[in-house]
């Protein structure tokens, strides 16, 4: 169901692009254009135990159903909430004698929601789920294979007396799903935990430089205004993220989500310049550029090896001697020199290693500041964590900055009550007042602060992950 503001949009025809949404008014930076709860969602597969299945949140002890022995759930409130759409897929589960996959899942909770409220639109829904996308005719012969194996398991899980739906409606559903399955993230937005269908959000175009963005936030979505947005103007998210040149963008684009992206950036190729910038004086050789580009490219196949085997040193090790070559060639807007920076900060601060990430960190973010939108939820956790690196680097100063700069962006695109804005705002009181104290007496700070540290262990960062930030649009892999 959704939940108010849809009085804020319209449906409309965007030329070329199909259906869209559109303001109905004046919005601003910051805004809630509308909420929405899923129409139906699930917990991926890899974590069925350790996230509620009502309300997403990760928590240490969950309780479990007593009856399928699958679903589990923060405590009774969410257990209570969850009967209405989890009570078909319990007596499914045990008939079936084992658990689907996260697609079967929600392909199945979808359809038990029609045939409990019929196809038409539900509350405060602008499209149905009928009326959904799904590009079956556009799936190539591997994605073809996958949803013959899908319905195929699908029928075999869905229930006898439960309505029969057509080969047709069950392969329009798998379509739906996995051109409009949305991410779902963790209370602090920083693991996707599964994938929900929300028919409104499934309406907003896509925009490489978009005027909204999206948050998970407390079981619902919302889409918050990035910028001032006139009344009749297109509403536009990004499904992609940014950091990339405008043909990769396409290319991805096309392959993911089936349409030819004709935003002004791609179409234009702005940015294109930086994010292959190379060193202005002297200026390298196009053959130089090329190898240094493939060297990069192979380093960073390298890389996702040894993180994947946890063989960090090693990681650090590779991303160094990269760096190292990088440096004559490109410029620090370049992002094979960003990828690299944004993994070795991020590896070191896991290895504690604070002071040579702060650094990395620091470069990072300054080639941030000039490819990403001034309010983009990347380049805000990004400023955050290298605020944080900063900070337990002891560069109180810059730290401070940082956490300032995350915390106004975060404000933005999650929101004061967002779990994650809150703990930045605390971060910032914090280190306001540890700056302050630096500044009146720099050597009794760092007294109290390596007496403080030594009787509380530093916050550890958490285990680098291959697992890039949750994106926007869940793919199935």
Avoid at 111 to 125: A, D, I, N, P
Avoid at 201 to 223: A, M, Q, R, S
Avoid at 252 to 275: A, G, I, R, S, V
Avoid at 422 to 437: F, G, I, P, S, Y
Wanted: hydrophobic letters at 35%.
């Amino acid at each position: 169901m959704t939940i108010g503001r849809m009085e804020n949009v319209e449906v409309f025809t965007a030329e070329g692009k199909g259906r869209g949404l559109k303001a109905t008014k004046e919005f601003w930076a910051a805004d809630i254009i509308f909420a929405e709860r899923a129409y139906s969602a699930v917990v991926f597969d890899s974590l069925v135990n350790f996230v509620c299945h009502t309300c997403f949140k990760r928590q240490e002890k969950l309780h479990r159903c007593g009856q399928c022995k699958f679903a589990h759930y923060c405590d009774r409130t969410c257990q209570k909430d969850a009967w209405l759409n989890h009570k078909n897929e319990c007596s499914a589960i045990k008939r079936y004698g084992k658990v689907p996959n996260e697609n079967i899942r929600l392909a199945a909770r979808i359809m038990w929601r029609v045939e409990r409220e019929g196809t038409g639109l539900t509350e405060g829904c602008l499209v149905s789920v009928d009326d959904l996308q799904n590009h079956v005719e556009h799936f190539g012969e591997e994605e073809q294979k996958e949803l013959r194996v899908d319905v195929d398991t699908f029928l075999q899980y869905w229930p006898p007396q439960s309505q029969q739906f057509s080969m047709q409606y069950i392969s329009h559903i798998f379509g739906v799903i996995n051109c409009n399955g949305f991410t779902l993230s963790d209370q602090r937005g920083l693991q996707a935990v599964g994938v929900g269908i929300f028919p409104n959000l499934g309406l907003v175009n896509h925009d490489c430089w978009p005027n909204c963005t999206v948050i998970f936030n407390n079981g619902k979505i919302e889409l918050r205004a990035l910028g001032k947005i006139s009344e009749g103007e297109e509403l536009t998210v990004s499904y992609i993220d940014f950091l990339n040149v405008s043909e990769e963008r396409k290319k991805q684009l096309k392959k993911q989500y089936y349409f030819d992206c004709t935003c002004e950036h791609c179409q234009k190729k702005l940015k294109d310049d930086l994010f292959l910038g190379v060193k202005d004086n002297p200026k390298p050789s196009q053959e130089v550029v090329k190898e240094m580009i493939q060297f990069s490219k192979d380093t960073l196949e390298k890389i996702d090896k040894a993180r994947s085997e946890g063989l960090y040193h090693e990681v650090v090790k590779l991303c160094r001697e990269c760096l190292q070559k990088q440096e004559p060639v490109f410029a620090d807007t370049n992002i094979y020199m960003l990828r690299m920076l944004s993994i070795v900060s991020e590896v070191l601060s896991y290895l504690q290693a604070f002071e040579e990430a702060s650094d990395y960190a620091r470069r990072m973010v300054d080639g941030y500041m000039k490819l990403y939108h001034p309010n983009n939820a990347q380049l805000g956790m990004a400023v955050m964590r290298a605020g944080l690196t900063n900070w337990h680097a002891g560069n109180i100063e810059v730290g401070h900055g940082m956490i300032c700069k995350a915390y106004a962006i975060l404000l933005v695109t999650h929101g004061p009550s967002h779990p994650i804005t809150k703990d930045l705002e605390a971060m910032r009181v914090q280190t306001e007042m540890e700056l302050r104290m630096f500044r009146q007496n720099e050597f009794m700070y760092y007294k109290m602060r390596e007496a403080a540290l030594n009787n509380q262990p530093m916050h550890v960062m958490a285990e680098p992950s291959n697992e890039p930030a949750p994106a926007l649009f869940h793919k199935k892999q």
